[in-house]
Structures are given as structure tokens and as C-alpha cells.
């Protein structure tokens, strides 16, 4: 199917009943970015049903392609990654003695936490066999 023929507002709320099914939490500003293209889709729509969305955001597209690309930003997130790397590698030494340390004192704890909503499902069922019980004692005898 051309890419002119799907329509965005479509194409996108599969994408948020995506990212709702799998809880991934996207940046504030790309959820507004895409509701405000639904908008505008909707809107451009009911001006002209034959205006292509995609056509006229392919060149900002490209512009923002190229920008992601430009030299001097890729520097600048390479420095950033090297500076924390190094970081990371100056405080190993010390994270590892506390570690190696707890481990030697016999206070190493691993704390393991449960689902969030594995309380909740405990009482449900609790409450669930509760009211079967219940009415199965209070049957009337079939005899």
C-alpha cells in the first residue's frame, strides 16, 4: 500500500495502543507531537479529503534526518558517552569493595520486588473462592 494511502491518524493509534500494551513510556514531547499530528491530520482532512499529510512533512522529515546526522552533534553525544563511561570506570573499583565488603560481613542483601499488581490478584482470588464457598454451603440439599 503506498505510504500516501495510510492514513496517519490510523497508523498512530496503533502505535499508542502499542505502546500502551507493552508500557513503554515515551517522551512527554513525541506524545504531543503525534496527538498534534492527529490534529492537524483531522483537520487538513476535512478541508481537502485528497491532502497527503505525509507528502508535505516529508521535507521536515528529511531536515530532521539531516540534523540527527550532523557531524557535530554526533561529537558531542560520543563525548557525552565517553565522559560518562569514564565515570562509570573511576567509581567501579569503590562500587565493587562495598559490594565485595557486604558480601565478606555477611550483609549483602538482594532485594527481590513482586509484581505491582500480584497483591491485588491475591485478593481477588481470596475474595473469589470466599463467595463460591460460600455458596456452595449455602445450596439448597438436590436430594
Not at 80 to 100: G, H, K, N, V
Request: hydrophobic share 45%; aromatic share 8%.
Amino acid at each position: 500500500m503506498p505510504l500516501k494511502d495510510i492514513p496517519l491518524r490510523k497508523a498512530i493509534g496503533e502505535g499508542f495502543a502499542l505502546i500502551r500494551k507493552h508500557h513503554i513510556h515515551p517522551p512527554a514531547e513525541f506524545t504531543l507531537m503525534l496527538k498534534a499530528l492527529m490534529t492537524i491530520e483531522a483537520f487538513a482532512l476535512s478541508l481537502d479529503p485528497e491532502f497527503d499529510v505525509l507528502g508535505h512533512l516529508r521535507p521536515y522529515a528529511a531536515k530532521f534526518k539531516l540534523r540527527q546526522m550532523d557531524p557535530r552533534r554526533v561529537m558531542g553525544e560520543v563525548r557525552r558517552t565517553f565522559r560518562d563511561a569514564l565515570e562509570l570506570a573511576a567509581r567501579m573499583p569503590e562500587d565493587i569493595s562495598a559490594i565485595l565488603g557486604k558480601f565478606r560481613r555477611g550483609a549483602f542483601q538482594l532485594r527481590v520486588h513482586a509484581h505491582e499488581h500480584l497483591d491485588n490478584l491475591a485478593q481477588m482470588l481470596d475474595k473469589s473462592s470466599n463467595r463460591i464457598s460460600f455458596a456452595l454451603i449455602n445450596l439448597p440439599p438436590c436430594w
